[in-house]
Structure formats: C-alpha cells, structure tokens
C-alpha cells in the first residue's frame, strides 16, 4: 500500500495544452473530473510533452498553452486543493517508464493504433512525420500507469490510446510480477501484479457537434467551437450559427437534429427538454431563434460561473499564482510515480537503490 498520498483510488487524466477548452472537452472529460475529485484522489496531467508532435518548434507557444489550460482548469472546477495538477515535463518516471514500456508493444501495436493513423493522415504527415510522434502514444501509456490509476476519463477519441495502456500493463504484469495470462482484469493487481488494468470512463456525450450544420465535431481548429472563457453575447452569437435548414416555426422538424443534439447536452431539465422536441416535432409555433435563445441562456448559466472563478488569473500575477500551483501538484506528483518507478524496476531486476527528488 502507498505511504505518499491518500488511500483512496487514483484517477488520472490529462489533456494536451493546444489552446482554450471548449464546450466539446467539457462534455467529454472536464465535467467528470469535476465530479470526481472528491470521490478520487485525481490526477490531471499538462501533457506538454505531448505537444511537441507538432510544435517543436513554437515552443514559446506550448508553455502559454500549458498556463492556459490550468486557468481553464480551474475555472471549470477543478479545484488544485482537492486535486492535483501535474506537468508532464517534470516527472521524469514518465520518462523513463515510455522507454521500458515501448519494449512490450510491438511496432504494428504502436502504428496501427487507429487515433494515431487519423492524426497523421489529417495532419498530412503520413510519410513525414517524425521519429518521435507515434512515442507519444506510449508516452501515454506511462502517463497513466506512472499513477497506477483505477479508471481514466476520457472523449471517445482517446480509447485505443486506453486500450493501448492496458495492454501494456497486462504485458507487464505477466512478464515481470508472474501473473497468469489467463487473469482477469479486475483480477491483475490482487494477483500480484504491480499495475491495475484501468479502464476508460467516456464522457456523457461522446462527440459534441460543432456550430454549423453539425457534420463536423466541435474543434478549436475548425473554427467551430464555443470556447469556456466566451461572453454571454459571443455564446448567443455562435449559438445563432447553428443551422437546421428549417424554415419555419410550424414546419415538423427534427427532434435529432444538430440544435436538439446542443438542447440535450445543455438543457438539463429533462421535462422541458421534452416539451421541446415535442412541440418542434409537431412544428407547433416554436422557432429554432426561440430554441436557440433558450439554448444560449442554459450555455450562459453554464459558463458564468466559470467566467468568474477566471478573473482572478486575469490579473498580472496570474500566471505566477498558475506557476505555483502546477509545481506544488507536480512535486505531490512526483512522490506517486517515483514509487511507481522503483517498484516497477525492482520488478525488471533493475533496482539499484532508491532515489529522491530534489
Ligand atoms: N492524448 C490526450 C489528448 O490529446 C492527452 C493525454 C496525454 C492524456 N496523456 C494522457 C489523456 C493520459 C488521458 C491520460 O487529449
């Protein structure tokens, strides 16, 4: 049993610094870390590693990146007191963990892992990405098992890099710490195997629409999102982009449609929810202006809060009030995966004496 840190169950997660969260990210990931912080002992990892797959050489931009993401972080409800915020770059057990790890999946494991083959085809680097940019999904991996977690919430997008982590610590387990390959998952680390098999938590709603005719998911890059950080008028405003090809109010529309898709993720009283789509179905006088209106206050009342607990990392020590809290999360951190590590060498035959962080 861990003497650093709490004894309840660890979770971790983590996302890429590439810029501001959207409402895409809070329905797949941010809104249950949320929840979970007071149940988990809860881990959320900056990976800024991560982010020079395709930004080595900006790397001015990953460290704003990086800041910006705890602020929206925090914003959010993610509350640094309860859970612990971590950089990537300084845990070196993540580090050294990807190198041990990358050993036990085989290269076709690492290639044909079905995110990774989309990035590199949408990002146009099939024949030219760098050696390094399919490591990150063993990377991952080590992101993860370094905290030995129970369970990882994630977007839908993020489960073959899951299914990855665990094949990994099956792997492992079976090869350095004796457990059967005919264990169960639930069974590996009673069975005496040093890592959990942790399994993927996918978000409420797996795949957010964009703003638009919703053929899109919701993506920074594609210019169609609806960022945390908006203003009531920009949320109203973007909120208007969304189009049905509907023409009028007493037309029958589709209940399913990219706007219902938006009422459902944001109207959470589920009687009006009904109502709604009832009388939209039946086109009896209602109008998208008037659903949209309704929409865009649910997303305000959302967000205000959210717009508040940011103001104070709008002023000018705002970043260095971020700073201090990423290297005291980042130093609890440390304390977990160095463990992890050691265990994990004394497991390879490696362990050749304890170290600790300065
Ligand atoms: N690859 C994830 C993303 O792009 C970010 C990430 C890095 C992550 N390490 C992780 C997610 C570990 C879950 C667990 O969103």
Not at 42 to 63: K, Q, S, V
Not at 247 to 269: C, H, M, R, Y
Not at 337 to 345: D, G, P
């Amino acid at each position: 049993m861990s003497s650093t840190t709490s004894q309840r169950p660890r979770v971790l997660t983590g996302d890429t610094p590439t810029g501001r969260l959207h409402l895409g990210h809070w329905v797949g990931s941010v809104e249950r870390r949320v929840q979970l912080q007071h149940e988990y002992d809860c881990y959320f990892l900056l990976a800024n590693m991560h982010a020079f797959t395709t930004r080595f050489d900006r790397t001015g931009e990953i460290r704003q990146d990086t800041l910006e993401i705890v602020k929206d972080w925090i914003a959010a409800g993610i509350d640094p007191d309860v859970a612990t915020i971590v950089l990537q770059t300084e845990v070196p057990a993540i580090a050294e963990l990807t190198w041990y790890f990358s050993m036990l999946l085989s290269f076709k494991d690492v290639m044909g892992n079905p995110t990774l083959v989309h990035e590199l085809k949408t990002k146009g680097l099939e024949e030219k990405h760098s050696f390094g940019f399919p490591m990150y999904t063993v990377g991952q991996c080590a992101d993860i098992l370094a905290f030995r977690p129970v369970c990882i919430p994630v977007g839908e997008d993020q489960e073959p890099h899951i299914e990855m982590c665990r094949k990994v610590a099956r792997k492992f387990d079976q090869l350095y710490c004796g457990v059967s390959d005919r264990t169960a998952d639930a069974d590996y680390e009673r069975s005496g195997g040093l890592f959990p098999i942790p399994r993927a938590l996918i978000g409420r709603v797996a795949r957010l629409p964009g703003i638009g005719d919703g053929s899109q998911k919701m993506s920074k890059s594609l210019g169609n999102a609806i960022f945390l950080s908006d203003s009531a008028k920009e949320i109203q405003k973007k909120v208007n982009r969304i189009t049905t090809g509907r023409q009028s109010p007493t037309e029958p529309g589709d209940p399913d449609n990219v706007l219902f898709k938006f009422v459902e993720a944001f109207i959470s009283d589920q009687g009006r929810v009904a109502e709604l789509k009832d009388r939209y179905a039946r086109g009896d006088n209602l109008g998208d202006g008037h659903v949209k209106q309704e929409l865009a206050a649910a997303i305000d009342a959302l967000l205000a809060p959210m717009r508040a607990r940011r103001e104070r990392f709008e002023r000018p020590d705002g970043d260095a009030m971020i700073l201090d809290i990423i290297k005291a999360g980042t130093r609890r951190a440390n304390l977990v995966a160095e463990e992890t590590l050691f265990l994990a060498k004394k497991a390879m035959n490696m362990d050749f004496g304890r170290r600790t962080l300065g």
